[in-house]
């Protein structure tokens, strides 16, 4: 079993996408994500397989939640700096995200 402290380990912030591209290389569908963390952290990038439930133009300007320190992640051509959370729904991977707008940076508490 997972503790308090073991979830308290994880630096989970809230991100803007900022781009967002096609990832011809990944093995599955994904996109390259590029996510704003704010002035602390700064932009991070993310590999993320969320293509079933999101064009990726509308990802832009969305805000969502990545665990940021994570260590990084070699995929294909491409280093995933963070991993962006979602539900496994079964229409595919569910962005998870703030109920209202929020800073840029702002911490899961």
């Known amino acids: ?34 996510i704003d963390f704010g002035d602390e952290i700064g932009i991070k990038k993310s590999s993320a397989q969320i293509t079933e439930c999101y064009e990726k133009d509308e990802l832009v300007g969305k805000q969502i939640l990545g665990v940021v320190n994570f260590p990084q992640k070699q995929i294909a051509d491409f280093i995933s700096e963070v991993l962006v959370l979602g539900v496994y729904a079964k229409e595919g991977v569910v962005l998870i995200q703030p109920e209202r707008k929020v800073n840029k940076g702002d911490k899961l508490g």
């Open 1 to 34: 079993m997972a503790t308090f402290e073991d979830l308290m380990k994880l630096d989970i912030r809230v991100g803007e996408i900022i781009r967002a591209e096609k990832f011809e290389k990944a093995k599955k569908p994904a996109y390259k994500l590029w």
